[in-house]
């Protein structure tokens, strides 16, 4: 009783001095045994009767100062409250409640950026320690902001696909485009066929192997003697030189190094491996958009939607999905065609990207980027109109 008495007076404090409220969103069983909690023992706490798959009106996060949401991992809608409030209030700490959550299913919710996980039925206490917790890392945080970079995963529907190109690509005109004087960073997280140093013709003294290490040695100094420099403002993060085992990458290690490079440059493009484990589904997460790269084949599509599939299990929002089809030919009568891969992903096309086999090839064989050779190409082209949306869109609501 008398640490709920410290907890307590500490939350009145704390709403007193910033003028706070704490939002509850819980289905009408838990919000209606919150709400018999007199004021005095939740002081500045708001309760809203609402079930996992209500969207919640925008005047009710108005003015909170932290939000304490109900998910129900079974519910789609329910995961995906959690990314809409992260776009609509990026700045607000969102605090899950969960009944009988798994291990895995509290690390996947703080990977989409929620801040702490409680249990239900509500126990007071655990609700006070955890709204102090935030609020104090929130004014911590206040003290020293740090902003993290848009951050892109570029995902391939199959081996083969042409994803790396569209990655390097990228990255170079994100590069260019980067208006934070940061530049951008590609980083090769195929562990075992990963090519974009060779691409982009740099020698790496180090490769992504040497940022896997404990946290301890993790800091911008040695983030800075493993990125390479491959001119106009971008750098790589190369692919291990001997092959790794998938499997051998720690989750939370790889998750450090994204933030660590979200901190350092001001644009970050992963080129993720076509093998999906814990690792690459982490990182697909923790990113700002994904670019899932198609060809115009049944093999392709049929890929595709498996990866679909995948996210929206995951609680993967599907505004943050980019469908880019590439090696597209300009042939009048065509089996397949940009129609054909709307219908059968049920999703959107961003962008189409010209099939350019020759002069590509030319290119990466003398390790530059297409446009440096060939800045009017319709390749060149293409990718100029993905990025242009990519910063238009997602990347700019990020910043």
Same mark, same amino acid.
């Given at each position: 009783?008398?640490? %709920?008495?410290?907890?307590?007076?500490?939350?009145?404090?704390?709403? @007193?001095?910033?003028?706070?409220?704490?939002?509850?969103?819980?289905?009408?069983?838990?919000?209606?045994?919150?709400?018999?909690?007199?004021?005095?023992?939740?002081?500045?706490?708001?309760?809203?009767? @609402?079930?996992?798959?209500?969207?919640? +009106?925008?005047?009710?996060?108005? *003015?909170?100062?932290?939000?304490?949401?109900?998910?129900?991992?079974?519910?789609?809608?329910? $995961?995906?409250?959690?990314?809409?409030?992260? %776009?609509?209030?990026?700045?607000?700490?969102?605090?899950?409640?969960?009944?009988?959550?798994?291990?895995?299913? /509290?690390?996947? @919710?703080?990977?989409?950026?929620?801040?702490?996980?409680?249990?239900?039925?509500?126990?007071?206490?655990?609700?006070?320690?955890?709204?102090?917790?935030? =609020?104090?890392?929130? $004014?911590?945080?206040?003290?020293?902001?740090?902003?993290?970079?848009?951050? /892109?995963?570029?995902?391939?529907?199959?081996?083969?696909?042409?994803?790396?190109?569209?990655?390097?690509?990228?990255?170079? *005109?994100? +590069?260019?485009?980067?208006?934070?004087?940061? #530049? +951008?960073?590609?980083?090769?997280? *195929?562990?075992?066929?990963?090519?974009?140093?060779?691409? !982009?013709?740099?020698?790496?003294?180090?490769? !992504?192997? %040497?940022?896997?290490?404990?946290?301890?040695?993790?800091?911008?100094?040695? @983030?800075?003697?493993?990125?390479?420099?491959? #001119?106009?403002?971008?750098?790589?993060?190369?692919?291990?030189?001997?092959? $790794?085992?998938?499997?051998? &990458?720690?989750?939370?290690?790889?998750?450090? =190094?994204?933030?660590?490079?979200?901190?350092?440059?001001?644009?970050?493009?992963?080129?993720?491996?076509?093998?999906?484990?814990?690792?690459?589904?982490?990182?697909?997460?923790? /990113?700002?958009?994904?670019?899932?790269?198609?060809?115009?084949?049944? +093999?392709?599509?049929?890929?595709?939607?498996?990866?679909?599939?995948?996210?929206?299990?995951?609680?993967?929002?599907?505004? &943050?999905?980019?469908?880019?089809?590439?090696?597209?030919?300009?042939?009048?009568?065509?089996?397949?065609?940009?129609?054909?891969?709307?219908?059968?992903?049920?999703?959107?096309?961003?962008?189409? &990207?010209?099939?350019?086999?020759?002069?590509?090839?030319?290119?990466?064989?003398?390790?530059?980027?297409?446009? $440096?050779?060939?800045?009017?190409?319709?390749?060149?082209? %293409?990718?100029?109109?993905?990025?242009?949306? !990519?910063?238009?869109?997602?990347?700019?609501?990020?910043?």
């Amino acid at each position: 009783m008398g640490n %709920d008495l410290l907890l307590t007076k500490r939350l009145e404090e704390a709403s @007193l001095r910033n003028n706070s409220r704490f939002l509850v969103v819980a289905s009408d069983l838990h919000a209606r045994a919150l709400a018999q909690v007199p004021h005095e023992a939740l002081p500045g706490l708001q309760v809203a009767q @609402l079930g996992a798959g209500n969207p919640i +009106a925008d005047n009710l996060l108005a *003015d909170v100062a932290l939000v304490v949401l109900e998910v129900d991992p079974r519910d789609s809608f329910s $995961m995906q409250r959690i990314s809409r409030i992260r %776009d609509k209030r990026p700045d607000l700490p969102v605090v899950a409640a969960i009944e009988g959550a798994s291990v895995s299913l /509290v690390r996947t @919710l703080l990977r989409q950026g929620v801040t702490d996980v409680v249990s239900l039925p509500f126990d007071q206490e655990e609700l006070l320690q955890v709204i102090l917790d935030a =609020v104090a890392n929130k $004014m911590a945080s206040s003290a020293k902001t740090i902003t993290l970079a848009p951050t /892109v995963a570029v995902i391939r529907s199959l081996g083969g696909c042409g994803a790396t190109s569209i990655a390097t690509h990228l990255a170079g *005109d994100l +590069a260019a485009h980067d208006d934070s004087g940061r #530049g +951008a960073v590609i980083a090769d997280l *195929d562990l075992q066929f990963g090519s974009v140093a060779s691409y !982009l013709g740099v020698r790496p003294r180090a490769t !992504l192997a %040497d940022l896997l290490g404990p946290e301890a040695r993790l800091d911008a100094d040695l @983030l800075r003697s493993v990125a390479a420099d491959a #001119g106009g403002g971008l750098s790589v993060i190369a692919a291990p030189e001997a092959i $790794m085992p998938l499997e051998s &990458v720690d989750t939370d290690e790889l998750l450090r =190094v994204i933030r660590l490079l979200r901190q350092n440059f001001g644009y970050v493009v992963l080129d993720l491996p076509a093998n999906w484990t814990n690792w690459t589904l982490s990182a697909a997460i923790a /990113v700002n958009s994904i670019v899932l790269v198609v060809e115009l084949s049944i +093999a392709s599509l049929r890929q595709a939607q498996r990866r679909l599939e995948l996210f929206r299990s995951v609680g993967i929002d599907e505004r &943050v999905i980019e469908i880019v089809v590439n090696r597209v030919e300009n042939r009048f009568f065509r089996t397949i065609g940009v129609d054909d891969v709307e219908k059968t992903l049920g999703h959107r096309v961003t962008g189409t &990207v010209a099939l350019e086999t020759p002069a590509l090839s030319t290119a990466q064989n003398q390790g530059i980027l297409l446009g $440096m050779i060939a800045r009017k190409s319709k390749f060149a082209q %293409d990718i100029a109109r993905v990025g242009e949306g !990519l910063r238009a869109g997602r990347l700019a609501k990020a910043r």
